[in-house]
């Protein structure tokens, strides 16, 4: 298990993500799928900002 904001980090060393905002998931799946397309708004915005 990785915990981080870093998201150059979660592609480096994780296979599978999960997002949580206030200790609620809001978004989970394979990484690659996760960073490239982003459902969730929250994720998103994460996304755009590591960009």
Do not use: F
């Not at 296979?15 to 200790?23: A, D, E, F």
């Not at 799928?33 to 996304?47: G, K, S």
């Amino acid at each position: 298990m990785v915990v981080t904001h870093d998201l150059g980090v979660v592609r480096h060393l994780t296979t599978r993500t999960i997002v949580m905002k206030y200790c609620r998931i809001i978004e989970s799946g394979l990484t690659d799928q996760i960073l490239e397309d982003p459902q969730a708004a929250y994720t998103q915005q994460l996304v755009s900002s590591a960009l």
